[in-house]
């Protein structure tokens, strides 16, 4: 075991020296990609990665970078630069599906998942499939439904065909028939509770003792919805002293009462993710079924249903989870975020969710130049927020009009100023045209350029005249114009009268580490130019020397921008 604990040391120091601390839930899917033979002894490994990791949290950072120098780490396959392979896949046979469960907004994470699906299915002219895996009634709504594949649509991800589980139950119904008759799998009637104690101490119930006979009527009235919910549940017959703990007897099958949005009231027995999604996957035809390495010790639950009903096994391709930084992506985050009123909802500009990234300004492009870059690796990533801007700065910079605001602005009062119209520039370098704006004697401009001013300076209106400082007064600056020709001195951005009142919101990680970060938010205030009258809600521009920025609201006095990147 020497090699094991050498491999779950180098993880946990290098989880800590990334985040702070470790713990094994974090580490243990580098282990087992490294260390195969430790998915034959889970509860083992991760018994000696809580030693290890208890030790490595007692450690400082320094010391910590110290020990990391004995240890060398794989470096990330260049997967993405030659774009996603299959193995074994055939062109125009491969079908892929991106399979989400109905009870919440798509996130950076499903955008990954989903764009991975889709772009195998299109490099080999395949087939590409939106299945809704909707077999869990207390959850899901129609609501989710129209908003995934609303969003899916935004991405540019347009599937061949849609699917709904629910529509599939009589089929599963028969695939649990089967199983029974097969003797794989069995009604249990424990509690809850009383189960979940026996799978864990690998201890078996006594309806495992239940003959087929029983079995079978107890399946009919399961089906015919005559039994209450946690009064039954169909189990598979696995192995209870198995290391692998999906495989103790796993549900298959609950009793659940709520009605479905699709179904009503139509069933009442509904199978579990690892019972439907093999189930479907199979006969839907999937050739190659991707899904993140969470589900890495379940493939063995997955292939053993398939084989006990002698289904077709497609090729199953565990990739890494996608996480930003400091943004949460799991609903048991951001639910409690919403109810407590410290974000708007799932399309705050602060949340990874792909709506709270549309409102921030980031283009699908952008999305998915960002989740493919990662390929279909198992190495975990949680990278900050900024690669995703600079793939999205690379887009919007070429579409994006200049255009000036005054944060916190300063008067400027220049003396014998001639009336003139300045001419500018949309963009310094792409096609988007000119804008006139008349200028009169009265000037604002940034507080942070206002500092740096004294009497005798002098500066240059942007795109207008060069003005000279005669006094720096409380409130306001009295200048001088001081001629046309371009000269070496600073350029400030300036507005004028028909400046309008503009309030930006800039977003920051709404978590260090896992404390909620009470300051994830700052609002700047001053003036923009009058051309911000033009635009739309949705428009993204660039604040010269400030940074783009998205307009998110317009009301009477107000424009209301939040702030994407510098």
């Not at 189930?279 to 993140?292: E, F, L, V, Y």
């Not at 220049?414 to 009265?442: F, I, S, Y």
């Not at 033009?534 to 006095?557: H, M, N, P, T």
Request: hydrophobic residues 35%.
């Amino acid at each position: 075991m020497h090699s094991l604990e050498n491999i779950i040391r180098k993880h946990a120091l290098r989880n800590a020296f990334d985040y702070g601390k470790t713990s094994p839930n974090s580490i243990i899917g580098k282990i087992i990609h490294e260390f195969a033979d430790a998915k034959k002894d889970v509860k083992g490994a991760m018994e000696i990665a809580q030693k290890i990791c208890k030790e490595v949290n007692k450690m400082g950072k320094a010391q910590i970078e110290e020990e990391l120098k004995n240890y060398s780490f794989e470096e990330k396959k260049e997967e993405e630069k030659k774009g996603i392979e299959l193995e074994g896949a055939t062109e125009g046979k491969v079908i892929t599906r991106f399979p989400p469960e109905p009870s919440g907004y798509l996130h950076i994470g499903h955008a990954k998942a989903a764009f991975i699906d889709y772009e195998a299915a299109k490099k080999y002219k395949g087939k590409f499939l939106l299945r809704f895996d909707d077999t869990n009634p207390e959850k899901e709504k129609e609501e989710f439904v129209l908003a995934i594949q609303k969003d899916l649509k935004w991405l540019g991800i347009v599937p061949d065909e849609v699917l709904f589980a629910s529509d599939y139950m009589r089929e599963i119904y028969s695939h649990a028939h089967t199983l029974i008759k097969k003797g794989k799998a069995y009604i249990c009637t424990c509690a809850s509770e009383e189960m979940k104690k026996a799978r864990m101490e690998g201890k078996e119930c006594a309806c495992r003792k239940r003959n087929g006979k029983e079995n079978t009527l107890l399946f009919e009235k399961m089906t015919a919805g005559e039994m209450e919910e946690g009064e039954a549940a169909i189990r598979f017959r696995g192995e209870m002293n198995s290391q692998n703990t999906a495989m103790r007897d796993p549900t298959l099958m609950r009793m659940v009462k709520a009605p479905h949005y699709r179904q009503a009231n139509k069933y009442s027995a509904w199978p579990s993710y690892d019972f439907e999604g093999a189930i479907m996957d199979s006969i839907g035809g999937i050739t190659h079924a991707m899904r993140t390495k969470e589900y890495e010790l379940r493939d063995e639950l997955y292939f053993a249903i398939l084989d006990a009903l002698s289904l077709r096994k497609p090729a199953l391709i565990e990739f890494s989870r996608l996480q930003i930084k400091g943004m949460p992506v799991s609903k048991r985050l951001i639910t409690p975020l919403i109810e407590e009123g410290k974000v708007e909802g799932y399309d705050d500009f602060r949340l990874p969710t792909l709506r709270g990234l549309a409102r921030r300004g980031i283009l699908p492009r952008a999305i998915k130049e960002f989740v493919l870059s990662f390929g279909i690796s198992k190495v975990e990533s949680e990278p900050n927020l900024e690669k995703l801007l600079s793939e999205n700065k690379k887009l919007i910079d070429k579409t994006s009009p200049r255009l000036f605001f005054a944060r916190e602005p300063v008067k400027i009062e220049v003396k014998n100023a001639p009336q003139k119209e300045a001419l500018l520039r949309n963009h310094p370098t792409e096609k988007m045209g000119e804008r006139k704006v008349k200028a009169g004697n009265v000037f604002y401009i940034p507080k942070k350029d206002a500092l740096e001013l004294k009497a005798g300076s002098t500066f240059r209106l942007k795109g207008l005249y060069n003005v000279k400082v005669e006094e720096v007064q409380k409130g306001k600056i009295i200048c001088t114009y001081e001629g046309d020709e371009l000269i070496d001195c600073p350029k400030i951005q300036w507005v004028c009268e028909g400046f309008l009142n503009c309030r930006i919101l800039i977003p920051h990680e709404l978590f260090i580490g896992e404390k909620f970060n009470e300051e994830n938010l700052t609002i700047e205030e001053g003036y923009c130019e009058g051309e911000c009258a033009k635009l739309k809600i949705g428009a993204i521009v660039q604040f010269e020397r400030y940074g783009f920025a998205r307009l998110d609201k317009i009301s009477k006095e107000l424009l209301t921008f939040i702030y994407i990147s510098s």
